[in-house]
């Protein structure tokens, strides 16, 4: 195992062996973070194939620990520093972008809309995946679709996910095609599938929608059935379909895989549930009246 160069042993234990629970791992990642000449070590160690994933971790709460304003400044250098793939950058700007949700944050008017050929295409990239984040999590699927209609491009694998889930979202057939086209590309890669059954969740007048969101939900990362969120999409559906006893044990399965640590998610699954629930009594009342 190779050596963090001019690393602190501190942060090359954390590295290689985080503490197993969210609130210990993030306090101590703000304590390693706080320390002198720490980052052009952990910048060093981010081409250290072994260790990448670890210190991409604790540059993820560097730029959601930034002050107000650097958050987008920030998460652009980690992105071009690390030199970070497409599958990289989407999972990294995910959880900053989610966790500026919660934190209340404007990350919309944080984000530079300069995306031309003149900058540096991961800094590009990093502005738009932040951007279409930013504009998914709340919903504002007119606002990122004409984002993506603004962008000339290049377009990677995650971009495109992010525009399907703008038409998708709004039950734009158009965003079919393209959810097709970014499941040949994306190699199964969660974020991207993420992306698409969010789209079709919201589509609620897309034809087959059922159907597309069943068939992405039964590919390999879903498999294990320990994404809460993924669960939690898949219930709503087989409630739709009035597959009531099959939601309830999904949703209950949502709660039970659930991390702790988001009330926002708990609250989701708990208000699907009753919603289950209700739609299947309603249902069962309606079939018991005489005609």
């Not at 007119?142 to 992010?162: Q, T």
Request: proline letters at 7%.
């Amino acid at each position: 195992m190779p050596v963090l160069p001019a690393a602190t042993e501190d942060v090359a234990a954390f590295v290689r062996h985080p503490p197993p629970t969210l609130p210990a791992r993030l306090a101590q990642a703000r304590e390693l973070l706080s320390e002198p000449r720490v980052r052009p070590a952990l910048e060093e160690s981010l081409h250290v194939p072994e260790l990448r994933q670890g210190v991409l971790d604790l540059a993820r709460v560097d730029v959601q620990d930034a002050p107000d304003n650097a958050c987008a400044t920030r998460a652009e250098h980690w992105m071009l520093t690390a030199q970070a793939t497409w599958q990289e950058s989407a999972a990294f700007l995910s959880g900053v972008a989610w966790q500026a949700r919660r934190d209340g944050r404007r990350l919309v008017d944080e984000v530079s809309r300069e995306t031309s050929q003149a900058v540096d295409p991961i800094v590009a990239r990093t502005r738009l995946h932040l951007l279409g984040l930013a504009l998914r999590y709340d919903f504002r699927r007119v606002a990122l679709e004409e984002v993506m209609l603004a962008h000339r491009g290049p377009w990677d694998v995650y971009s495109s996910a992010l525009f399907a889930f703008a038409l998708l979202g709004q039950s734009k057939t158009r965003g079919v095609e393209l959810m097709h086209e970014v499941l040949t590309a994306a190699d199964d890669d969660k974020k991207a599938l993420h992306t698409l059954l969010h789209g079709l969740w919201l589509g609620d007048a897309l034809p087959s929608r059922h159907q597309h969101m069943m068939s992405i939900l039964a590919r390999p990362p879903f498999r294990r059935r320990t994404d809460a969120v993924a669960l939690f999409w898949e219930a709503g559906i087989l409630r739709e379909m009035r597959c009531f006893r099959k939601a309830l044990d999904t949703i209950d399965r949502a709660l039970d895989v659930l991390p702790p640590g988001d009330p926002g998610v708990h609250d989701d699954l708990v208000r699907e549930r009753a919603l289950i629930i209700t739609a299947r009594d309603m249902h069962d009342l309606v079939r018991s009246e005489p005609s």
